[in-house]
Every structure is written in C-alpha cells, then in structure tokens.
T-cell receptor, first 113, second 107 residues
C-alpha cells in the first residue's frame, strides 16, 4: 500500500531537548516536504527536498533541520525545541514537483513545554 | 514569492445548503490542487486543475480554474455531514497552501 509514515504520532517534550520526527515513503517519490499546521494559519511549509542530498527552506524554517540521505526518508530535526514549535506536523511526498498528487503522512502532534 | 489566499476562513451551513470556497493567487499558476482534511485527519488530494477556465466535477463537488489561472473555486452542492472538514487549495512549485476553509454543517 502506497503510504507516508511518520513517527512518533504524538510527542510531549521539554524546551531544549533535541528530537527527531521520522518520515518515510514507499512510493519512490523524489519530492518530500514538511509542513506545520496551526489554527488559523493553515499549512506552512518548513523544508522541502527535491531529491537525495537536495534540501531547501520553505516559509518557516527557523528552528528546524532536515536531511535527505536516502530517497525514502526525510527526518525533521528540532535541535533545541521551544514552546512556539508546539504544532501539528505533516510530512508529504510526491513524484514530480509541478504535477502529481501529494501524499501526506498521518501527522505528528508535538507539544513543547 | 508565490502566495495563495483562500476565503472564507470558516463557513457554517445547514445540511443541504450549498458551499463555496475561493482561492486567489498573486501570480499565474501552472496548475492548482485541492485537498480535503477531515477533523483529526491529514490532507487528502481531491483534484488538480491545469487548463485555463477548466471545470471539473466530482459528484456534488465542482472545481473551477479561472481564465487567467490566478483563481479557483470549489463548490459543493447540497452539503452532507460527510463534507465536514477543511478544504485547502495549493499552488505548484513548493506547493504553497492557502489557509484553508473550515466547513462545519448543522445536521
């Protein structure tokens, strides 16, 4: 089954404690991205990757890092989380940038205390 | 950069009423996609529009792409409780999303 998986689905942590949210897709997609969703602000792109070893900033990259060492994985790293990073995070992938359906993971709800 | 604005932000209707959400871009779009996110769920692709003036239908949903390819709309005829959720439009390139329209329905 074609899917995007994220782990963990829920996480409560404290300020400053490094964390990684994993994302994996099994569709051999080149394009992957991370979004955060906050009430009233919709989906805002954090980072995206157009292929292995190619990543670029989205609209709200501050406080986040990503890596794309393999095509299927695109982890999101918060080196020093802060409360304003409390949000719902979605990973997504698509085959080609300007066409094709984008598939979303189930989401990770992060709370930073 | 590319910006996509969506209105209204919220819409509450009685079941059976129609619903429309509008998406406007600051630049010409090569295509536009629409997604639906059910409460507690993740966005799910609905449709992609590519041609100027294009109109596509999916049962009670009608999608339009403007002649100038700068705006789009989603119209739902005779809403049902299963239509509840947030509807997003997204432009191409980095897939910039509109803020979404949250639809709630009074049964």
């Amino acid at each position: 089954e074609a899917q995007v998986t994220q782990n963990p689905r829920y996480l409560i942590t404290v300020t400053g404690k490094k964390l990684t949210v994993t994302c994996s897709q099994n569709m051999n997609h080149e394009y992957m991205s991370w979004y955060r969703q906050d009430p009233g602000l919709g989906l805002r792109q954090i980072y995206y990757s157009m292929n292995v070893e190619v990543t670029d900033k989205g609209d709200v990259p501050e406080g986040y890092k990503v890596s794309r060492k393999e095509k299927r994985n695109f982890p999101l790293i918060l080196e020093s989380p802060s409360p304003n990073q409390t949000s719902l995070y979605f990973c997504a992938s698509k085959g080609r940038l300007n066409t094709d359906t984008q598939y979303f993971g189930p989401g990770t709800r992060l709370t930073v205390l | 950069g590319q910006q996509v604005m969506q209105i209204p932000q919220y819409q509450h209707v009685q079941e059976g009423e129609d619903f429309t959400t509008y998406c406007n871009s600051s630049t010409t779009l090569s295509n536009i996609q629409w997604y639906k996110q059910r409460p507690g769920g993740h966005p799910v692709f609905l449709i992609q529009l590519v041609k100027s003036g294009e109109v596509k239908k999916q049962k009670r949903l009608t999608f339009q792409f403007g002649e100038a390819k700068k705006n789009s709309s989603l119209h739902i005829t005779a809403t049902q409780t299963t239509d509840v959720g947030t509807y997003f439009c997204a432009g191409p390139q980095k897939l910039v999303f509109g803020q979404g329209t949250r639809l709630t329905i009074n049964p």
